[in-house]
Structures are given as structure tokens and as C-alpha cells.
């Protein structure tokens, strides 16, 4: 079975330029959540989608962080602006139920982002 | 709103001994979930306890929910070089899953 997919892997830009990443859940979750990852500040979750809809965004930095879900089968995080603080690794999980059943999560490989 | 914290979080041991890693929480949780990331990995979940109480074994993995389900521990009898990696517990309540800080483990050969 697939797993989570995630895409790109890796993605270099410049400060300023707008970064979408992207997912594809486990075929079947109804639940689907974006984290980033940093030495500094850990595994925060940015956001978390439940049939589609954003259940909890409170994670989510700032305005220039906006993520979608227009369908079950895929997500994008997009940031625009980005700026250097925003490097991190990303990482797309889902789960089958939500939050509140309390299902196992699976993570995708990550996107490794960094802003110059 | 809910935290989860870790101790340690950093640990060093020689192959063949024992490894623990404490979890507690801010709050009361309904479950309490284990998540092993291995070095340039993904998290990988491991377990789920539910109970008060509840303790669960995987080979030489131990795991433990405490009585007032909010503190959780790891225990790894007789460590492996494969057992490296970042334990991290996630606490569940409500519509919310709190990753915990995370513990580190490196093994010395």
C-alpha cells in the first residue's frame, strides 16, 4: 500500500518566493495534518483537516502561512512570502478517523525547506 | 493549552544497557500515542495506551500510562544500535494530538 506522499523532498528558494508543498493522504484517511520540525522548536502541528475541512489551524505561524484541501486526496501548505525562518521540515501525516478516535498517524517523508 | 514534556532530552548509553524516556502532560489525556524517528527519518508510530494504568510490551520495548493518564514512560531493556533515534510520546485530548518534546537516543558500541 502507499504511503503518505509528500512533494518535493527537498526545495532551496530565495526570500520572498512563494513555496507550495504538497500531499497525498493514505487512500481512505478522513484525517490529515501538516507539522514542521526544527532543532529549536521540535514537531509543532501547523494545522489539521478532518473530511476536508480545517478542524484546528492555531498552529499556523502567520498570514503568510495558508494551507488547502479540496478534495480528499490531496493538500497543499503554502507560504508567500517565505522568509530564512521559515526553513524546516515539513511533514504531511493522516490518519483514518479523527483526532478524537484516536488513530495512529502516518507521516510522509517530509519536505526539507530552506529559504536563503 | 495542553503540553506535553519529555525527560530527557538527550540520552547516551552503551549498547546493552537499559533506556528510559518520561512523558508528562499539562493535562489529563484520553490516550497517549509512541512515535520512533529514526535519524533523517519520518515518525513512525509504535503504540497506543489507553487505559488508566495500562502497561503494553513489544519485544523489548515497555510502555506504561500512568494511573492519573497523564504521565507515560519508555523503557528499552538492553539496547541495540538499531534503537537509535527520537522517541516522541503525543498526547491526545479532545480534538487535539500534542507531540511531546522528544528524547533523543544515541547508542555507544
Known amino acids: 500500500d502507499a504511503g503518505v506522499i509528500q512533494s518535493p523532498r527537498h526545495e532551496v528558494t530565495e526570500m520572498g518566493q512563494e513555496v507550495t508543498l504538497r500531499c497525498k493522504p493514505i487512500?481512505?484517511?478522513?484525517?490529515l495534518f501538516w507539522y514542521r520540525q526544527t532543532m529549536m522548536r521540535g514537531l509543532e502541528l501547523l494545522i489539521y483537516?478532518?473530511?476536508?475541512?480545517?478542524?484546528?489551524d492555531s498552529g499556523m505561524p502567520e498570514d503568510r502561512f495558508s494551507a488547502k484541501m479540496p478534495n480528499a486526496s490531496f493538500s497543499t501548505l503554502k507560504i508567500q512570502p517565505s522568509e530564512p525562518r521559515d526553513s524546516a521540515v515539513y511533514f504531511c501525516?493522516?490518519?483514518?478517523?479523527?483526532?478524537?478516535?484516536?488513530?495512529?498517524?502516518?507521516f510522509g517523508d517530509g519536505t526539507r525547506l530552506s529559504i536563503l | 493549552g495542553q503540553q506535553v514534556m519529555q525527560i530527557p532530552q538527550y540520552q547516551h548509553v552503551q549498547e546493552g544497557e537499559d533506556f528510559t524516556t518520561y512523558c508528562n502532560s499539562s493535562?489529563?489525556?484520553?490516550?497517549i500515542q509512541w512515535y520512533k524517528q529514526r535519524p533523517g527519518g519520518h515518525p513512525v508510530f509504535l503504540i497506543q495506551?489507553?487505559?488508566?494504568?495500562e502497561v503494553k510490551k513489544q519485544k523489548r520495548l515497555t510502555f506504561q500510562f500512568g494511573e492519573a493518564k497523564k504521565n507515560s514512560s519508555l523503557h528499552i531493556t538492553a539496547t541495540q544500535t538499531t534503537d537509535v533515534g527520537t522517541y516522541f510520546c503525543?498526547?491526545?485530548?479532545?480534538?487535539?494530538?500534542?507531540f511531546g518534546t522528544g528524547t533523543r537516543l544515541t547508542i555507544i558500541p
Open positions: 501525516a493522516s490518519s483514518l478517523g479523527s483526532v478524537r478516535v484516536g488513530q495512529p498517524q502516518h
Open positions: 487512500s481512505g484517511h478522513n484525517s
Open positions: 483537516f478532518n473530511n476536508n475541512v480545517p478542524i484546528d
Open positions: 493535562t489529563t489525556l484520553s490516550n
Open positions: 495506551l489507553v487505559k488508566s494504568g
Open positions: 503525543a498526547g491526545g485530548g479532545n480534538e487535539k494530538l500534542t
